[in-house]
């Protein structure tokens, strides 16, 4: 049987079909569409005389308290927003603080900076990296120079970048293409993930305790910004620890 | 009786975190989680873990619901991806199978099991169509859903959708013993 007298006979069979003519014309002059007709309208009332199904009131109660259980177990709050929605706050906080560092290469140390593009495309070395540079960065974390407050505006959050750091080709990226790194670096990048662990004992427990804290966010939630300079190659890596300890390789 | 409209309302609060809000949706939905769940996998222990992890799934991303359907058919959605996955598993650890015993404690779970329980033959026919094909008869023809509805359930076309279910049934009908010259 071909499937257009299939399609038409199965519809006909379960009251689908606004022009039934075509259909009842082919039943009473077609043995094998009448067997197909018989057929799939037995079926469909077998079908239709099944009993509802429903779970007792032991299995419902039951249910509900294992769900709360699971979900209490839960870190908090975690669910609540969308991991794109939690990139993108990592991203715009990344881009503020790449801004800052880019005003501190070029404005407190003397020019030097490395721009934020090459920041981005790094991707190597940075666990051979000495202990010895992080006081590059150590004033500026320890001595309050934090990046500017953000929002979970976007745009605001770019704008305000791209000020503090006026004429640095670092802070013209765009903004999706950092969010497009933080999102793919995260897929191959997490090293630890942990649901108690606060963010000092992430950082050494992947061995990033010697890199310097740029900034403490919280947006909805409170990311870390981890950065520090490759005295190699002179240029910046950062990492953002996210809740639970997921420490995410940005560039 | 669930508007739409206040289903969608009680999702945003479910992502603010509010617990009467989660437990409204999921009395609005259970019995029909459940009830897919327990027809395409054929086992009641199995289709409570499905329906249990349906929910969390549910609560865990009630905040990438994006209006685009009902909320309904999302959650009816999120069930049967449950439930392939389950089936994913189970096929990919088949000695890992999960329990098939009643909670012993209900009584009544035996006595909803007997009462709600297809015609022998038919469970067993069912269980033998290909996977796409049950979920679409489950979805159709057991829960009387719409086909546009089932379509969006399912992530296919709607024409797709009368084919799995003309030809779900002729297969139903054929393992039930009658033959249909192909």
């Given at each position: 049987m071909h499937e257009h007298p299939l399609d038409l006979i199965a519809a006909f069979a379960d009251g689908s079909l606004s022009d039934e003519a075509e259909a009842r014309a082919l039943i009473e002059t077609c043995q094998e569409c009448r067997a197909e007709y018989l057929a799939q309208t037995e079926v469909i009332a077998w079908l239709a005389a099944a009993p509802a199904v429903e779970m007792t009131d032991l299995e419902k109660a039951s249910l509900h308290r294992d769900l709360w259980t699971e979900l209490r177990n839960e870190p908090a709050r975690r669910s609540a927003t969308p991991w794109w929605q939690r990139l993108s706050y990592v991203a715009a906080g990344l881009f503020v603080t790449i801004g800052l560092v880019g005003v501190l290469n070029s404005g407190v140390l003397g020019g030097g900076a490395e721009s934020a593009a090459t920041t981005t495309a790094a991707a190597q070395g940075f666990d051979e990296a000495p202990?010895?540079?992080?006081?590059?960065?150590?004033?500026g974390s320890d001595g309050g120079e934090s990046a500017p407050e953000m929002t979970t505006d976007t745009t605001a959050a770019a704008t305000a970048t791209t000020a503090a750091g006026a004429g640095e080709d670092s802070l013209t990226l765009p903004f999706a293409e950092l969010a497009d790194e933080a999102r793919a670096r995260q897929n191959d990048r997490v090293v630890a993930e942990s649901t108690d662990a606060d963010f000092e004992e992430c950082l050494t427990r992947v061995g990033l305790d010697d890199h310097v804290v740029v900034d403490e966010i919280d947006f909805e939630q409170t990311y870390l910004l981890v950065m520090r300079k490759d005295p190699e190659a002179e240029r910046v890596v950062t990492f953002v620890v996210l809740p639970a300890c997921e420490v995410v390789y940005v560039g | 009786m669930t508007v739409p409209g206040n289903e969608a309302e009680l999702l945003t609060r479910v992502v603010?975190?509010?617990?009467?809000?989660?437990?409204?949706?999921m009395r609005n939905h259970q019995d029909r989680v459940f009830s897919v769940c327990l027809r395409i996998l054929g086992d009641r222990e199995k289709a409570l873990d499905a329906t249990q992890d349906t929910f969390l799934t549910v609560f865990r991303k009630a905040g990438q619901f994006q209006g685009r359907s009902a909320v309904g058919t999302w959650i009816y959605r999120i069930t049967v991806n449950t439930c392939y996955d389950q089936l994913r598993r189970a096929q990919r650890r088949p000695s890992e199978s999960l329990p098939d015993h009643l909670d012993p404690s209900d009584p009544?779970?035996?006595e909803a099991m007997e009462s709600a329980a297809l015609r022998p033959e038919i469970e067993v026919a069912l269980a033998q169509l290909p996977g796409d094909f049950r979920n679409a008869v489950v979805l159709s023809d057991l829960e009387g859903m719409s086909l546009p509805e089932v379509a969006e359930i399912?992530?296919?076309p709607i024409g797709t959708v009368k084919s799995r279910v003309f030809r779900g049934r002729r297969l139903l009908a054929k393992h039930?013993?009658?033959q249909i010259d192909q």
């Open positions: 202990a010895e540079e992080v006081p590059f960065f150590a004033e | 603010s975190g509010d617990r009467e809000a989660f437990d409204a949706v009544a779970a035996e399912l992530g296919v039930l013993g009658n």
